[in-house]
């Protein structure tokens, strides 16, 4: 059974830093590249970043550019999203997510990414 499993979330005040890790689980994903999307109530889910499938390479969306580092340890099957100067608007559920096959460079896309974590709760006090 493939899993993709997030962990890390919790409340941080505004300023702070947290670390979501995405253990994955049932097969290796060396071929595929990973990506992490968010949720906040009553709003699409969003692009966040992204991460080609040998690590060359890392996206961003531009509300997190600067703030946000994605990572993986192909051999652990884990990629991390650091988050620094965290801000209310930060608050959401973060989703992990991975995909084989991104088409023309489209890793902010949804329908590119085939499997799909449980989600964990960010939530960033003011």
């Known amino acids: 059974q493939v899993q993709l499993v997030e962990s890390g979330g919790g409340l941080v005040q505004a300023g702070g830093s947290l670390r979501l890790s995405c253990a994955a689980s049932?097969?290796?994903?060396?071929?595929?590249?990973m990506g992490w999307f968010r949720q906040a109530p009553g709003k699409e889910r969003d692009f966040v970043a992204a991460?080609?499938?040998?690590?060359?390479?890392?996206y961003y969306a531009d509300s997190v550019k600067g703030r946000v580092t994605i990572s993986r340890d192909i051999a652990k099957n884990t990629n991390y999203l650091q988050m620094n100067s965290l801000s209310p608007e930060d608050t959401a559920v973060y989703y992990c997510?991975?995909?084989?096959?991104?088409?023309?460079?489209?890793?902010?896309?949804?329908?590119?990414?085939?499997?799909w974590g449980q989600g964990t709760q960010v939530t960033v006090s003011s």
């Open positions: 997510a991975a995909g084989r096959w991104i088409y023309n460079s489209r890793y902010d896309a949804r329908r590119y990414y085939d499997y």
């Open positions: 049932g097969r290796t994903f060396n071929n595929y590249a």
């Open positions: 991460i080609t499938w040998n690590g060359g390479v890392s």
